[in-house]
C-alpha cells in the first residue's frame, strides 16, 4: 500500500512526502507509529488469549422470606487486554522495538499483518502498558530476543494532534549562535522542527 505523509498547517498542505511502499516479509507483522513513524517488524510469537471484562458491580443480597440471590449492575464491555509474546532474530530488529515502545505517541501502537486472510482479527491499536525483553541465549550473545508485552486495546490516536507548543525565542534561546546550518542538522525537515520539544535542547 502507498504511504504518504502530508503536514496541514491552518488548512494548507505545507508539506508533503513522495509515496513510499511498505511490505512484510514471510510470517512478520508490522508495529507503527503513524505519528512519529517509528516502527519495527516482529514475529509474534504467541497470543494465547485476549481478554474483555465488562465493568460492573455485584451484590449478595438475602430477606428473611426468600433464598439468597445476587444483583448485577453491569455496563458494556470494553476492549480486549491481554499478554503479546514478540520475537526478534537481529540487534538491529531489537533496537527498532524497544525505540518503538519507548518513544510511540501515547504509548500506542497499530499492530498490521501482511495476510489480513490468513491472520484474521489481529489488525488492531495497543497501548503498550509493560513489557519484559528475554535473552535467547543467557550470555546475551544470540541476538534472538523474546518480547513479552502487556497490552490492552485501544481506539488508536486522537484524530488531531497538536505540535509541541515553543516559541521564536526559545529557538534563539537554544541555538545562540543563530547559525542555521547548525539547525539544519538537527532537523531535517520543518515537519521535525514543528513536532521538537525546543525547551529541551
Do not use: N
Request: contains cysteine; proline residues 3%.
Amino acid at each position: 500500500m502507498p504511504v504518504t505523509w502530508t503536514v496541514a498547517v491552518d488548512g494548507s498542505d505545507v508539506v508533503s512526502t513522495t509515496p513510499a511502499v511498505y511490505s512484510l516479509d514471510g510470517q512478520k507483522v508490522a508495529l507503527t507509529d503513524a505519528i512519529t513513524g517509528l516502527a519495527a517488524e516482529v514475529v509474534i510469537g504467541a497470543w494465547p488469549a485476549r481478554r474483555r471484562e465488562r465493568r460492573a458491580s455485584t451484590f449478595a443480597l438475602t430477606d428473611v422470606t426468600a433464598a439468597p440471590y445476587t444483583v448485577v449492575v453491569a455496563g458494556a464491555a470494553g476492549l480486549f487486554t491481554g499478554q503479546l509474546e514478540l520475537a526478534t532474530t537481529t540487534d538491529a530488529a531489537a533496537s527498532s522495538l524497544e525505540t518503538l515502545l519507548e518513544q510511540a505517541t501515547g504509548g500506542v501502537v497499530q499492530l498490521r499483518v501482511a495476510d489480513a486472510a490468513a491472520y484474521r482479527r489481529l489488525d488492531c491499536y495497543l497501548a503498550v502498558l509493560a513489557w519484559e525483553e528475554v535473552l535467547w541465549s543467557q550470555d546475551g550473545t544470540d541476538p534472538k530476543r523474546r518480547w513479552v508485552l502487556d497490552v490492552a486495546q485501544v481506539r488508536g490516536w486522537a484524530p488531531s494532534l497538536e505540535a509541541s507548543a515553543w516559541t521564536y525565542d526559545d529557538l534563539a534561546a537554544a541555538y545562540t549562535t543563530g547559525d542555521y546550518d547548525t539547525l539544519a542538522g538537527d532537523f531535517a525537515s520543518y515537519v521535525d522542527l514543528a513536532v521538537a520539544d525546543i525547551g529541551a535542547i
